[in-house]
């Protein structure tokens, strides 16, 4: 089975997100319902580990943060996101999770974190361009939210 553990959107941030959609030939929008941040990718994870990282997930602890979503990038795959700021507490969250995977001795994708919600994908000679659109779209300063569980 292949899981991640990420950070939920919000309903009403989820919606507020999908109004930036619209048509356009080449793009696959996320749908909104599945907006997440990730926080650690762990890829086929067995399933006689679900109930280690069910524990684990359970065992992390923090306070409840505010996060703010407050420009739009890509990586030179064709993936369109969102950029969420790189709050201390995220920052420590993420580092605090990776800890405990270590020790569990559970794997994960060891990219650089890069805070984000991925919001399209589309080829990637097309990316200024729906980055462009996305900026004529905008209608929000920021879009802030609170965060005070793990999925």
């Known amino acids: 089975m292949r899981l ?5 959107i919000p ?8 109004r930036l959609y ?3 030939h080449g793009v696959t929008w996320s749908p909104p319902e ?3 941040i990730t926080l650690a990718f762990l890829g086929e994870v067995k399933t006689s580990q679900l109930s280690a990282v069910d524990n684990l997930l359970r065992s992390i602890t923090f306070q409840p943060f505010q996060l703010s979503c407050d420009h739009f990038g890509s990586f030179n795959s064709g993936d369109i996101w969102l950029g969420v700021t790189p709050e201390e507490q995220l ?3 993420h580092q605090q999770l990776r800890k ?5 001795g559970l794997g994960y994708e060891g990219r650089p974190f890069k805070p984000h919600i991925t919001l399209a994908y589309t080829a990637k ?3 200024s361009l729906v980055l462009r659109l996305l900026e004529s779209r905008r209608h ?3 879009l802030n939210f609170e965060v005070d569980t793990l999925i």
């Open 34 to 36: 599945r907006l997440h």
């Open 100 to 104: 405990q995977l270590d020790k569990l």
């Open 4 to 8: 991640f553990v990420a950070i939920d």
């Open 140 to 142: 929000f300063d920021n």
């Open 22 to 24: 619209c048509k356009f």
């Open 125 to 127: 000679n097309e990316e």
């Open 11 to 18: 309903d009403n941030i989820q919606q507020e997100i999908s």
């Open 91 to 93: 920052v420590a969250l």
